[in-house]
């Protein structure tokens, strides 16, 4: 059974920061490529970030680049992703995920994700 258990999140003012944490708990040893998907009111579900298992390759929307970083413990399957310089525009559910690695790749879409933490909301108000 896997499962991924998120912390962080809050809520907070435009420019302020934040750090979500995520760790996947399973007994088989794999490595999982990992990301974050976010949901806003009344928004599709969105990617965020993502990072391969090895964590040499990672993925940023274009709307987060430059203020949030994605990154992961070597040889573990815990993320962080650092959000920075938040905006009101970031306020969302966000979600860890994760796939089992059979690639180097970080994969960005949601379908490509079997597992899901439970959500972390951040609310960023102006």
């Known amino acids: 059974q896997v499962q991924l258990v998120e912390s962080g999140g809050g809520s907070v003012q435009a420019g302020d920061s934040l750090r979500l944490s995520c760790e996947v708990s399973?007994?088989?040893?794999?490595?999982?490529?990992m990301g974050w998907f976010r949901q806003g009111p009344s928004k599709e579900r969105e990617s965020v970030a993502t990072?391969?298992?090895?964590?040499?390759?990672?993925y940023y929307a274009d709307s987060v680049k430059g203020r949030f970083t994605i990154s992961r413990e070597n040889n573990k399957n815990i993320i962080y992703m650092q959000m920075n310089s938040l905006k009101p525009e970031d306020t969302a559910v966000y979600y860890c995920?994760?796939?089992?690695?059979?690639?180097?790749?970080?994969?960005?879409?949601?379908?490509?994700?079997?597992?899901w933490g439970q959500g972390a909301q951040v609310t960023v108000s102006s």
């Open positions: 995920a994760a796939v089992r690695a059979w690639s180097s790749k970080a994969p960005s879409s949601d379908f490509e994700y079997d597992y």
């Open positions: 399973e007994r088989t040893g794999s490595m999982y490529a």
């Open positions: 990072i391969s298992w090895s964590g040499l390759i990672r």
